[in-house]
């Protein structure tokens, strides 16, 4: 099924045909395998392109990724000869992406795939160019630990004042682009800043940022969860950076 577009972002007679599903993988033997076939029985509106980028991961991860993804039809790999972080990883995902519509997945079935046709339907139907799927619209996230939550409100609070737009979920993971838009952003992150980093730049385009509401169940550190306090002070100076000019 293709989507046609006719506002002035999307020219008359575009056709909207592929999805790229970015997923940065680092260490995840345990649990990507769940998070692909779960994207793989989702019935999405488009074409799905799968782009794994594994980011040097040392637990198994990178041969399992080569053993049985390889032959796998619409899947790209992209392996990091040393570990970058996941905004490096996106970075490389994003090059290599097809699709009309860019959505980044992460590996570790915190957030659940069924809800990404939620999420990029917006875009889909001409009401933006970008769209996050909120964690905080509805009910509380599931396992979230209090500071966690705090700092996730301290970002979305700033990103109201420095750039003028309500935003419940400023680093929620799922996040969709138009692909012509995204690409057109030149990016630096090299690990989780890639969040503050691209939704300043999306607003300093002018664009506005639409929220889905999405179901969210946290890990902890002993589960593998990856970002920490100093990727909130990463973030906030992100946030700082861009809104001066610096970044």
């Not at 293709?2 to 790229?20: V, Y």
């Not at 509805?138 to 003028?164: D, E, S």
Request: charge should be positive; hydrophobic fraction near 40%; charged fraction near 30%.
């Amino acid at each position: 099924m293709f989507w046609r577009l006719c506002d002035r972002r999307f020219p008359r007679g575009t056709i909207l045909e592929k999805l790229s599903v970015v997923i940065p993988i680092f260490n995840e033997i345990n649990l990507l395998p769940t998070v692909l076939e779960k994207i793989r029985g989702v019935p999405f509106p488009l074409e799905l392109e799968l782009i794994l980028v594994d980011d040097c991961s040392t637990d198994g991860t990178r041969e399992w990724l080569k053993e049985t993804q390889a032959d796998q039809p619409n899947t790209k790999l992209v392996f990091h000869k040393r570990n970058r972080g996941k905004g490096a990883a996106l970075r490389s995902g994003f090059k290599r992406a097809t699709g009309d519509i860019i959505i980044v997945q992460d590996a570790d079935m915190e957030y659940d795939p069924r809800e990404i046709p939620s999420v990029i339907q917006p875009i889909i139907d001409k009401r933006c160019r970008v769209s996050y799927g909120s964690r905080f619209l509805g009910r509380r996230p599931t396992g979230m630990r209090l500071p966690n939550y705090v700092a996730n409100r301290l970002l979305a609070w700033m990103v109201m004042i420095l750039y003028q737009q309500i935003l419940t979920d400023e680093a929620t993971a799922y996040k969709a682009f138009e692909a012509k838009l995204l690409k057109s952003i030149p990016l630096k992150c090299e690990r989780f800043e890639f969040c503050p980093e691209i939704t300043a730049k999306v607003l300093i385009r002018g664009e506005r940022i639409h929220e889905v509401p999405v179901t969210f169940f946290a890990r902890t550190f002993e589960e593998g969860k990856k970002i920490g306090w100093r990727d909130f002070i990463t973030a906030v100076n992100t946030l700082l950076s861009c809104r001066i000019g610096m970044m």
